[in-house]
């Protein structure tokens, strides 16, 4: 069964304020219909029975968990995958930590290597989890390229699939953080990760149970995603919104800390090589929709990407006159 991406109040422009669910396990174009719909009204979606394992999941968690529970003195070891409160090069700071890693082999033993007494098992468990993710991550797409009628279903998947794909995997912790105001009468909620769009292809994102995620919806107004371990939740990236010439909408999103929890959440960033040109299928552009992005390398959109804030739009950079 597929839960639609019901959407009652669209004739007054308003969406309702829940995130839609994929049941992943439903009859094929039916799955294809409430994704389509989905990106291009949130940019977002939750995805249910993805067929991933839990022990695949729960062993990524654990390792997690230990990692960041170690002194910062061994975790500063890790550096410069493990990062504290800095994002990015430019200034830029959240209430988080982090490893963020290539999604490759080699990564993932140099990190297990570094971060670990026991790497052969550290690795295997990156592993499993960064291939169930880029998997699933490619079998949505694909999906998409079918409900949006694109003849080539693999166009964005192929991108990711592709050895030299520029993926990343990021675990994401956020501490607990208690926080007054001057009178202690009232708890402030800081930013764990400011609100940003993500740069690639397509995110898959989990966390535990614990909530922090918000998205904004296109009228601006910030929605809290109720947290589900068992789930997935997917973004739209910039490239995606390129590449159906804006028919997707990549989605704004932020993390807030709570003061009660710790929160992990890992997410996969799937991206093409850094050679390749991104430019949409001629089925998404027609006279009535022209091509709304001029073509550009993914090396060029990273460039500008890492030479911008967190929060700032890239996209319109790369906009056609
Ligand atoms: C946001 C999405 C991913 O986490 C990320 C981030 C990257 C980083 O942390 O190095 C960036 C950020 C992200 C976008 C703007 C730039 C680059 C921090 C930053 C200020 C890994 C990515 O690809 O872009």
Known sequence: ?????RNPMKSEGILPREVPV???????AEVAKVIVKACEEY???????????????????????????????????????????NIGVNGDMGEVEYLLLSATTDSIAHIS??????????????????????????????????????????????????????????????????NRDKDKSSQITKVGFGEHSDPQILTILRSNDVGGLQISLPDGVWIPVTPDPSAFYVNVGDVLQVMTNGRFVSVRHRAMT???????????????????????PSVMVTPQRPS??????????????????????????????
């Open 22 to 28: 994929v049941d992943f396990s439903g009859e094929r």
């Open 43 to 85: 940019g977002f979606f939750k995805v249910i029975n993805h067929g991933i394992s839990k022990e695949v999941i729960a062993k990524t968690e654990e390792a997690g968990f230990g990692f960041f529970g170690k002194p910062m003195l061994e975790k500063k070891v890790a550096a410069p995958a493990y990062g504290c409160k």
């Open 113 to 178: 290597k570094t971060i670990s007494t026991d790497p052969l098992n550290l690795r295997k468990s990156l592993s499993a989890y960064t291939e169930a993710v880029k998997e699933l991550a490619c079998e949505i797409l694909e999906v998409m390229a079918e409900g949006l009628g694109v003849p080539d279903t693999w166009v964005f998947s192929r991108l990711i699939r592709d050895g030299e794909s520029d993926s990343v995997l990021r675990l994401n912790h956020y501490p607990p953080i208690i």
């Open 1 to 5: 069964m597929v839960l639609a991406a």
């Open 258 to 280: 709570n003061s009660y929890k710790c929160r992990m959440s890992v997410a996969y960033f799937g991206a093409p090589p850094l050679h390749q040109t991104i430019v949409a």
């Open 292 to 321: 709304l992005f001029r073509p550009f390398t993914w090396a060029e959109y990273k460039k500008a990407t890492y030479s911008l804030r967190l929060g700032d739009t890239r996209l319109q950079l790369f906009r056609n006159c």
